[in-house]
């Protein structure tokens, strides 16, 4: 670590950590609700809990990506952050916010009041109070940044990842647009939703990315920037109008139908360049850098990204199949892939490389974090196929055969069964990736000669 | 650190991400007209009637237009590397006019479609007509500003970013017109 204010990510990577630990319980949860329908439905009924289980997922990903930004940022602009008190009070707000997202939903307070109570609206269902808290963090967090860069070097990395976050604080205004037309209030909705992950934050992805392979293979900063910027072009070139995937039986008029099925079929395209980055710089590097498994977590990111938000997302991305597959467990499936390939695996990749540097413990504990992406991915890999074996299924009975929604689902009980086992997997992994990376102090395997690394 | 490595990129003439650009832009109006192509086959009789209404003789000039234009465009990319300032405005002035012509002529056509009430939903050749031609006269237009800025700049590599983009919507012209208004 060079800079002290990149001790800043360390907080930002805790609180995430601990919203992951609580997204992946809430997961098994919830997991368990499907296989024992009953289960807490008085304490706390589906919907909460889902709500709980992919809330608690953005919020971690997003503060993963603002400690990401606290840590990189002084290293590529080669000077402190502008204000580290800002940086905490942007940290505090998130955390209240947090809280109180989660303490209104499970109590159900303030219900209907325009201030203080949930808006109903999936993943934008905050109260508005909490909406305009999460705006001032966002804003003060860009000036922090911004400010940050525009004093210091400028390079390639920070001006994709200021492009991604800037965007993705401007498109969050759209949480504010709620009109009473529910065909409009979705399209809207899905200028945040997809604008989101198929936009910008595959521009944050793509420049973290970079910086990872630019300190663990040692391959020429011109070389990681030129992929760079095609990756951000391809990302903004087929995110944008792709959109249009998610037009198709809203309400919206019927040429959304090619518009979407089109661009969103070349949204592969950003994935399979990411993933050919990634192995590339990392054939071409030379360095040999100690943090192995930072590097597996990277090669890892890339790789069931591309399978998980490219190819799952291409399976049933054309209108003519998503007429029978939409809203199955085949989206179930895909989300939980491309989230983990692209995003979770990212977070976790530039945390696994930031605390040993953080925490002053090079050289580091590999082999547990080693295990833990192993056994988290097997879990999500298996959980995908079971998904998606299901909702081929389901698909097949319900929309093709007309059989009735509850029907269906008791015949995909095995499945839910097996996912149930892979999210025990899964949390197993997240708990051992948490004590890997903050307990251990000790290096366990040996490392072999290599070239000192930055 | 490696040592800086030959790339087979770096033998493109112009800019990598105007190619980026351009074969994303093929691809994407190649998917389109084999979409096109896919659902004409469901209704060949209702294509053919549809298509009668587009204005063929319109499109035909328009092509010649296009064309003649992306050579003032090539034109103005030797100008420039001449250093012939006044002469390279000039020609990238002549080939953003006859732009502004193209886009008068089709909106000729969609003004009398429109006035027949025909429109993107009254048949499936109408979705993507309007798609693949509304795309790509966003694009004619698009082209007028990049033209106009690279003439105001008027450096050779500036010049050669605005041309080859300039070729690529004369490009997807030439394989728009036959299929959607010819055959």
Redo the contacts between chains.
């Keep these: 670590m060079k800079y002290q204010t990149q001790k800043i990510a360390l907080a930002y990577f805790v609180v995430a950590m601990a919203l992951f630990a609580v997204q992946v319980t809430m997961g098994l949860v919830l997991g368990w609700i499907y296989i024992s329908p009953n289960f807490l439905s008085e304490i706390l009924p589906f919907n909460v809990g889902r709500m709980l289980h992919t809330n608690s997922l953005i919020v971690w990903l997003l503060l993963g990506f603002f400690g990401a930004a606290y840590y990189l940022i002084p290293e590529e602009a080669e000077r402190e952050i502008h204000s580290p008190k800002l940086a905490w009070l942007q940290l505090a707000i998130f955390v209240i916010g947090t809280a109180g997202v989660v303490v209104t939903y499970l109590f159900n307070l303030f219900d209907g009041n325009w201030l203080l109570g949930n808006e109903g609206r999936e993943f934008i269902e905050q109260p508005r109070w909490v909406k305009v808290g999460i705006v001032v963090a966002a804003l003060i967090f860009l000036y922090n940044i911004s400010m940050t860069v525009l004093a210091g070097r400028k390079t390639a990395i920070t001006n994709i990842l200021l492009l991604g976050l800037w965007g993705l604080a401007l498109l969050f205004l759209f949480a504010f647009v709620n009109p009473d037309n529910l065909a409009l209030d979705k399209m809207y909705w899905w200028y945040i939703v997809h604008l989101w992950v198929e936009g910008t934050w595959e521009l944050v992805m793509a420049s973290i990315l970079a910086f990872l392979m630019l300190k663990l293979t040692?391959?020429?900063r011109?070389?990681v920037e030129?992929w760079l910027?095609?990756i951000a072009?391809?990302a903004l070139?087929?995110g944008i109008l792709g959109t249009g995937h998610h037009y198709y039986w809203i309400g919206t008029?019927?040429?959304w139908q090619?518009?979407g099925?089109?661009?969103s079929?070349?949204e592969v395209?950003p994935f399979f360049a990411m993933m050919s980055f990634a192995f590339v710089m990392v054939w071409?590097?030379?360095r040999d850098h100690p943090n192995k498994a930072a590097l597996l977590w990277s090669l890892g990111c890339a790789t069931l990204a591309f399978f998980g938000a490219g190819v799952w997302g291409f399976l049933h991305t054309l209108h003519g199949v998503n007429y029978y597959s939409h809203g199955t467990q085949i989206t179930a499936a895909h989300g939980h892939l491309a989230f983990y390939g692209a995003y979770v695996c990212l977070n976790l990749a530039i945390i696994t490389y930031a605390l040993p540097h953080l925490l002053g413990r090079d050289p580091y504990n590999q082999v547990l974090n080693m295990v833990s992406f192993w056994l988290m991915s097997g879990g999500v890999v298996f959980m995908t196929f079971t998904l998606t074996f299901a909702g081929t299924i389901q698909t097949h009975l319900q929309r093709v055969n007309g059989e009735g929604y509850m029907d269906v689902q008791d015949q995909l009980w095995l499945f839910y069964a097996m996912r149930f086992g892979s999210g025990v997997a899964v949390v197993l992994g997240a708990v051992l990736f948490i004590y890997a990376v903050l307990v251990p102090r000790r290096e366990i395997i040996e490392r072999g000669a290599s070239q000192p690394a930055e | 650190m490696n040592a800086p490595q030959a790339s087979v990129l770096d033998d493109l003439p112009g800019d990598l991400m105007m190619w980026v650009l351009i074969l994303s832009e093929l691809a994407v109006f190649g998917a389109g007209l084999l979409g096109f192509l896919a659902v004409r086959l469901t209704d060949p009789p209702g294509f053919a009637e549809a298509q009668a209404h587009l204005h063929r003789t319109g499109a035909g000039i328009n092509t010649l237009v296009l064309v003649t234009s992306g050579w003032l465009a090539a034109l103005a990319l030797e100008a420039a590397r001449a250093g012939r300032r006044t002469r390279l405005r000039a020609l990238l002035a002549g080939a953003a006019l006859l732009g502004g012509v193209f886009l008068f002529l089709k909106a000729q056509e969609y003004a009398d479609l429109w006035a027949a009430g025909l429109s993107f939903d009254s048949h499936a050749f109408y979705t993507f007509h309007m798609l693949l031609t509304g795309f790509h006269a966003a694009h004619v237009l698009a082209g007028i500003v990049l033209l106009g800025l690279v003439g105001w700049l008027a450096t050779p590599r500036a010049v050669e970013a605005g041309a080859a983009f300039w070729h690529m919507v004369d490009l997807v012209w030439v394989l728009l017109f036959p299929v959607v208004y010819l055959i």
């Design positions: 040692g391959v020429d011109e070389v030129k910027y095609v072009a391809l070139f087929s008029p019927g040429y090619w518009i099925s089109i661009f079929s070349f395209a071409k590097g030379r």
